[in-house]
């Protein structure tokens, strides 16, 4: 399972174990929460979000190799264009051609590096922004946890009815 997956799984069930706890009266929303489970479900998370983390860190590697890559090709078919350039001026009786041809060499290797450029930025894009959605949300949620395990007294777990219990 990826990891990605397995934090949302691992917030789901933290969610679902907030939901289905007991409410206590007059409290305004609060639950009483199984300190273990829920702890439990945050030791885990912590233990998925470097992995994350490192998916993100080589996203990022693998959007720098992608732009170096383009920008070396694009330089690759500058100089093979500039150098076939020369080539055709070099000839007496194909001056006119030549520059011709030249610009539309030129041109064309500029369009196909600009092309490759905005491709590759915007695959970079599109994945660091999935990212930042994603850990924007696990974030957010985990804040919400912390702050649900935060408003739990010591009272309000004794009274739970789990408390003390073998399941």
Do not use: W
Not at 6 to 23: F, V
């Amino acid at each position: 399972m990826r990891s990605i997956d397995k934090c949302k799984e691992l917030l789901e069930e933290l969610e679902e174990l907030i939901a289905n706890s007991a409410q206590l009266p007059l409290s305004g929303g609060k639950v009483l929460v199984n300190a273990d489970q829920a702890l439990e479900i945050v030791q885990e998370l912590q233990n998925n979000l470097p992995q994350e983390l490192a998916a993100a860190r080589e996203l990022l590697v693998e959007k720098d190799r992608i732009l170096r890559d383009a920008e070396n090709e694009k330089r690759e078919v500058l100089r093979k264009a500039e150098a076939k350039a020369r080539h055709i001026v070099d000839s007496d009786t194909l001056v006119v051609q030549a520059r011709r041809k030249s610009d539309e060499i030129l041109a064309n290797a500029n369009a196909k590096a600009r092309e490759i450029f905005l491709s590759a930025k915007k695959y970079a894009e599109d994945i660091f922004a999935q990212t930042d959605d994603t850990l924007n949300a696990f974030i957010s949620r985990v804040r919400t946890s912390r702050q649900n395990l935060k408003n739990i007294s010591y009272s309000d777990f004794v009274k739970m009815p789990d408390v003390g219990k073998n399941n």
